[in-house]
């Protein structure tokens, strides 16, 4: 199954739009390129929705967010709304200030998220409206609870939940795939997790009618990467060449690789 | 002739002002650097037309505008224009949007562009104002009609213009260079045209007195590190390797290495 | 010394706000990681003060400043300011325009800088208002002359002064380290400054107690790094790969090599 949603991405080569911070936009843009995809970036206002409307999917990770950017991604979220294409928010840092929690709220609140990506912390912040993470990073490690409260929020959302941690949950609300891919190594980088969510959207953007699974293996393809990647370092590699050797791995990842190196259960 | 006009670039060292998209800020700043040119960034309205006019060369590059940086290159552009230093616009994705086409108008019809480079779509757009580029790619591959219709505009605004594709066009309305370096890796990475941008803005603002072979100097530059870089490729490599041994076959390359590299031929 | 100070880096983690520039924002957050610190970026207005207040270091980067960057760097810096963390100023091509004159003013007589570290014509552009620099490139090569001048801005400023050359200074205004690590390669990269400024606020932040020691074993490191990197090319490498080498350096280094590797001597 894995392997026909990979297939599919190569074929289709989606158009996804971003609207996204400028610490990851490069690596953003290049792994889109290596799964297969295509990439745009548009955030002003006055052409977000414009430019949503060309294409395929939309991305709206809040990293460094702006007045500007925010309604430029409400303006999108819409536009992609009334285009009925998927979109994928990843709340960077939501707990760290009431401007990203207003945003990721009014986005939750005012349209349809096909995928909500984010650490504990995060999703933590989102469904339970905590406060307390501390930047961008983990605080919370969870096991049984994260599982729950994903459930939780995604059949409130009707959004497809990643919780990405040593383990990450993806969940409709109902089904769970419990994904054990990935390597400590991908947080000693950057951009770990904006590259994740945007492989999921062009892995969704492509399987618009299979969001559960297509997100499965898109969390399946970026974890298998970071195996990959940190088999390939050598004694005088550090995360500058991990992060190159994981988007290598991307671009030479095919469908059969994805489904034979795919590690997950489903409950 | 291409070996002189390499020769100059590194010789001295012309200073490149960019206003431009922040996908490919950082691979465009290292090649300015590669080539022997030096790179600054400044997009405020409040000093873009102060550091235009300590600078030799401005490229102007249209990939996620803002109102800010729209006016920003307003006043850059009349800054090279009063000092008499050479403009070289990427009007990238210019028929994804009204914003991108109505700055793109303004941008040429108020001020000499030196040298206009898009790929088939974008230098459509701008010459028969046509719309329906899909995004940042090329869907136009024109032959003839792309040569004939890339002499008429840069006729009518009297800048040399380059039609990258599989064959790259360069042409000032009279000669056309036609030239075949380059591989079909360049398109898997983000920033190829971008990067290209900056260097014929490096190559040009040496010599400013031979926009034309100049142009052409740098679009065989550029693919023939293109080609360098996919030689240097073993089985591991992906797209991000790649994006580092292009950068790095430029950093290495000389005008002897151009001279006998370069795949031409003038029409 | 230098070991301890590098073993606090990594034992403490400290989270570093930094407000910057977009040209090099991926590498500095990459090498803050490589150093055992955590990055986060925030630069709007209306959450920078908050961000920082979680923060345990700041970092201003005065490259490609807008109006709502420089508001948001006041805001941040009166917050490092009330919480007592460390700011660390980097005076990107002060004396390129008005508008970053303009900045660097408001923020050194507003607030109080740990740090601020410029090539030696920034460094003179603060220090006597003087213009002239050419972009973001030194002019400037001074021996005695920047010792003297960066002893008496540190004074005036009570700052730690760091100015970058061949020989790199760092001075509290009485004693001064004369660093001789680092080179010429590191020149060829865009960045080299603004990823040392990164690691001297990640140095400074976890060991706030010692600036001026943290500060030259910063600097230490990042010429270490350099020459680490510089080894490790091959004849086809270049820029780009040089620089995924200079991070991939600090990645790999410990309080031990670089007590081993630093070159400084004490006046």
Redesign the interface.
């Known amino acids: 199954m894995f392997k026909e949603i990979f297939d599919n991405v190569r074929e289709k080569k989606p ?1 996804i739009h971003s609207i996204t ?7 953003c ?2 792994i889109v ?2 799964c297969g995809a ?7 206002p ?2 977000s929705a ?2 949503t409307s ?2 395929d999917g939309l991305n709206l990770n809040m ?6 950017k925010t309604e430029a991604m409400l303006l999108s979220a819409r536009a992609a709304s009334r285009k009925n294409i998927p979109t994928v928010l990843d709340p960077v ?1 939501v707990g ?5 929690k207003n945003t990721a709220k009014l986005l939750i609140d005012g349209f349809d998220m096909a995928v909500i990506k984010g650490n504990s912390s995060e999703i933590k912040t989102l469904a339970l409206g905590i406060n307390g993470n ?4 983990a605080d919370f490690d969870g096991g049984e609870d994260v599982t729950a409260l994903a459930k939780s929020f995604a059949k409130r959302t009707k959004s497809v939940v990643v919780v990405t941690g040593a383990a990450d949950t993806v969940t409709d609300g109902e089904r769970v795939y419990l994904i054990r891919n990935g390597c400590e190594m991908m947080s ?4 770990s997790g904006c590259m994740l969510s945007r492989l999921i959207c062009a892995f969704v953007s492509a399987n618009p009618d299979n969001v559960l699974v297509s997100t499965a293996a898109a969390v399946c393809a970026m974890g298998l990467a970071g195996e990959t990647a940190f088999e ?1 370092m050598n ?7 991990f ?10 990842m095919d469908g059969d690789t994805l489904e034979k190196g795919a590690k997950y259960e489903i409950k």
């Open positions: 158009l911070n400028y610490v990851t936009i490069n690596d843009a290049n390129l290596a295509s990439p745009i970036m548009a955030e002003s006055d052409e414009q430019i060309l294409c990293g460094m967010p702006t007045a500007q840092g760290a200030s009431s401007m990203r501390r930047g961008v990073d000693r980088i950057t951009g390939r004694d005088k590699d550090g995360n500058a060449s992060r190159n050797y994981l988007i290598d791995a991307v671009f030479n």
